[in-house]
């Protein structure tokens, strides 16, 4: 790519048919790969003739591109000293105009996790918070999952001697500092621009386990070397329609030692309606479009979720876990599973793991609060904690809600959306939210009575469930006639 590449060059190729842009001082072609773009190709048609490096990096790593293109469609360095004061105003005007960065409140304000998604809601970019903020339809599962962990109660000991204690436990075979681990979550580039890179480093620093998404802002190896070579992460599938590239993404997992465990997310069949993540989408397109062509989003709108969505395989079935068990060394662990039945259903193909979630209310809503179906399962078929680890997430913001869980027979538990906006903050602030849990599951502990963590999990006497009773279905019948119906 030694041939320089002038402003008057670049504006020549302008349209959609005809796509030039500049990223990162380099000019690419990007005619052919446009209407590929998994972002959508109006994310790529807006820049055309133009500089997309701001947008570009807000979604990519750098060598993103590179890696994509072929020798062909990269047509040379930016020549800088071609540059008018007419190009530099076109620019301004292409790229979105971002948060205030002096509203981003200090990290030292920041005492709990709901802190860290109001500084990003103030701070982060708008269409950043709506994907990360954004849940399906009403909201209703979303705000239920927060609110019922606040429905279950303590019976609390005393004089317990609680001066040392211990918050110690195995996740999938790994030694943690607490059971505590970091929802996968795409496109992490959009919080800040760590991305993953933070959430790795800060997962290790913290002594907790990163389950880095299919729908990474980086590949597996980038974010890896964020962390020590010892320390274990954990990958979370997404199954590819086109089921040749889950089976690729499984061989490079084969060959890295640093991922422990596989996590299949099975609540999103197809991608939700995130209503507040599709307004801001439609906005900016319809922006673009305004006096030129159409754009290509349909009446649905086009969230972020939806555009980085659209591979899921609807098909994906219980079959299908003889298919992956045969591509994967790693212990599989179905993400997404909302009822007793799955749970055993789980159990009976043989799986590892699972976690009780509904995506944080981005899946089904009007789904069940998380700790609704840990209930359940407990009451229904408590083998399961016995055969496998089950894990939970879900509104899970505070250290004490990893107790009552513990307190259920959980493994371990998910904390997602505080820890996307803490990305912000780059890795200081992902070590700050995983000190806060830390800090207040201790404190939680000692006014409970409860000394080591391991010893208690399982042990509902330090609960009282009956606010939450109410509200879980009503126990399977097993008895002869319902038997008799479920064959007919
Ligand atoms: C040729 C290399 C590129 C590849 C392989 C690529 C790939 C992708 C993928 C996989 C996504 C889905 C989100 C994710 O999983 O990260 C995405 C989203 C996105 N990409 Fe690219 N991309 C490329 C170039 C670009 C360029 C040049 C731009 C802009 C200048 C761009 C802007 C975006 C944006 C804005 C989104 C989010 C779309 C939305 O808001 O719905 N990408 N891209
Ligand atoms: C911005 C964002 C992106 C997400 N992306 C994924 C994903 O790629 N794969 C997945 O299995 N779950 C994904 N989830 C769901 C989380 O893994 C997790 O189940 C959920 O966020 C937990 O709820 P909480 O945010 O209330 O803690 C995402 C959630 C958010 C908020």
Redesign the pocket.
């Known amino acids: 790519m030694a041939q320089k590449v002038s402003v008057a060059d670049i504006t020549k190729h302008a349209t959609a048919e005809d796509c030039w842009i500049l990223v990162n001082g380099k000019v690419y072609d990007l005619t052919k790969f446009a209407p590929d773009h998994p972002g959508g190709p109006d994310m790529i048609w807006k820049y055309a003739g133009k500089d997309g490096t701001k947008t570009y990096n807000t979604y990519h790593s750098a060598e993103l591109i590179e890696k994509s293109l072929s020798d062909a469609e990269k047509k040379g360095e930016f020549d800088e000293s071609t540059m008018t004061l007419t190009w530099l105003a076109a620019q301004q005007e292409a790229t979105p105009s971002e948060a205030d960065p002096n509203e981003k409140p200090p990290l030292s304000s920041i005492i709990n996790l709901d802190d860290f998604e109001q500084a990003f809601a103030k701070a982060g970019a708008q269409k950043a918070n709506a ?3 954004g849940a399906s339809n009403d909201l209703l599962t ?1 705000n239920a ?2 609110t019922f962990w606040q429905k279950l109660w303590f019976r609390p000991r005393v004089m317990r001697n609680v001066d040392v204690i211990s918050t110690k436990m195995k996740m999938m075979g790994c030694e943690v500092a607490m059971p505590v681990w970091i ?5 992490a580039k959009t919080a800040g621009p760590e991305g993953e890179r933070a959430l790795g480093a800060g997962a290790a620093a913290s002594g907790i386990v990163h ?1 880095m ?3 990474a802002s980086m590949g597996v190896e980038e974010i890896l070397s964020s962390a020590p070579k010892t320390h274990p992460f954990f990958f ?1 599938l ?1 199954v590819d329609r086109q089921r040749h590239k889950t089976e690729a993404v499984l061989a490079q997992l084969n060959k890295l030692d640093q991922i422990k465990a596989l ?1 299949i ?1 099975a609540d ?1 069949a197809v991608v939700s309606k995130r209503e507040a993540d599709e307004r801001i989408r439609t906005q900016e397109i319809t922006s673009v479009y305004s006096s030129q062509e159409k754009s290509r989003i349909d009446k649905k709108g086009a969230g972020l ?1 939806r555009t980085t969505g659209g591979f899921i395989d609807p098909a994906l079935n219980w079959d299908d876990i003889a298919w992956v068990r045969k591509h994967t060394n790693l212990p599989i662990v179905i ?2 599973i909302q009822s007793a039945a799955d749970a055993r259903m789980a159990m009976e193909m043989g799986c590892q793991g699972i ?1 009780i ?6 899946a089904l809503d009007n789904a069940p609060a998380t700790i609704l179906a840990l209930l359940e399962i407990r009451r229904d078929c408590p083998e399961v904690f016995d055969k496998l680890e089950v894990h939970i ?5 505070r250290g004490s809600d990893i107790l009552k869980a513990v307190c259920l027979g959980a493994h371990g538990v ?5 820890f ?1 906006c803490s990305v912000l903050y780059d890795t200081e602030g992902v070590e700050t939210a995983a000190a806060i849990i830390q800090d207040e599951l201790e404190t939680a502990m000692r006014l409970c009575g409860v000394t080591d963590l391991e010893k208690v999990r399982g042990d509902m006497s330090y609960l009282n469930t009956s606010e939450l009773e109410q509200y879980l279905p009503k126990p399977e019948r097993r008895s002869w006639f319902a038997g008799l119906r479920a064959r007919l």
């Open positions: 994907y990360i903020s979303l999952n927060k929802c996968p979550m795409g496109i389950c998404s299919t729908a979370q997404y996590f997310t999103l979720a993400k997404g976690v979630s509904n995506h944080g209310g981005r997430d879900g509104g899970v913001r998910g904390v997602g959306r505080p996307q």
